[in-house]
Antibody, heavy 118, light 107 residues
Framework: EVQLVQSGAEVKKPGATVKISCKVS????????MHWVQQAPGKGLEWMGL????????IYAEKFQGRVTITADTSTDTAYMELSSLRSEDTAVYYC???????????WGQGTLVTVSS | SYVLTQPPSVSVAPGQTARITCGGN??????VHWYQQKPGQAPVLVVY???DRPSGIPERFSGSNSGNTATLTISRVEAGDEADYYC??????????FGGGTKLTVL
């Protein structure tokens, strides 16, 4: 069974950096892209970027370019998403999701709530 | 940038058919994927590549895509289908794009 298990909730102050992990099991990590998606409270889904674990190549959404870094550690089958210069608008649930290189997301991690508050 | 437009809400009685639309410029030329998200849960893929269903998704869920509109159809709607539904495409200029989401209410 494919499983994506994310790290726990975080509380950060404005200007800080958060790093969330997504540990996968049940499939070959390098066979699938890994995406990250943001969902602000009561809002819709917003794609942030992806990493190809096979070679570490990344693509970021324009909105997050310069503030987001997505990486993949093939030794632990874990993907990471780091978001810097946090502001209150970054308060959201962040999801990782795999993609069989077909541009759809399945399955998703359980989500990680990041709260940015002074 | 590429924009996907969904109605904010759709209501349907149990046993009836729900249709959720996703509008986009020439969306018929793209592959559309649909996700179901229940409160407090992660999204789940229910239709990919316009009309294919992942294993475990009931046949009641189907999709179509033509022209400027893609549609997710849920037949014989059940109370458990009440959720938010999102369409998604990949676009060469915008990368991955989600629609704004549609809240399905089962009356």
């Amino acid at each position: 069974e494919v499983q994506l298990v994310q790290s726990g909730a975080e509380v950060k102050k404005p200007g800080a950096t958060v790093k969330i992990s997504c540990k996968v099991s049940g499939y070959t990590f390098t066979d699938y892209y890994m995406h990250w998606v943001q969902q602000a409270p009561g809002k819709g889904l917003e794609w942030m970027g992806l990493v190809d674990p096979e070679d570490g190549e990344t693509i970021y959404a324009e909105k997050f370019q310069g503030r987001v870094t997505i990486t993949a550690d093939t030794s632990t089958d874990t993907a990471y998403m780091e978001l810097s210069s946090l502001r209150s608008e970054d308060t959201a649930v962040y999801y990782c999701a795999t993609d069989p290189r077909k541009n759809w997301f399945d399955p998703w991690g359980q989500g990680t709530l990041v709260t940015v508050s002074s | 940038s590429y924009v996907l437009t969904q109605p904010p809400s759709v209501s349907v009685a149990p046993g009836q058919t729900a249709r959720i639309t996703c509008g986009g410029n020439n969306i018929g030329s793209k592959s559309v994927h649909w996700y179901q998200q229940k409160p407090g849960q992660a999204p789940v893929l229910v239709v990919y590549d316009d009309s294919d269903r992942p294993s475990g998704i009931p046949e009641r869920f189907s999709g179509s895509n033509s022209g400027n509109t893609a549609t997710l159809t849920i037949s014989r709607v059940e109370a458990g289908d009440e959720a938010d539904y999102y369409c998604q495409v990949w676009d060469s200029s915008s990368d991955h794009v989600f629609g704004g989401g549609t809240k399905l209410t089962v009356l």
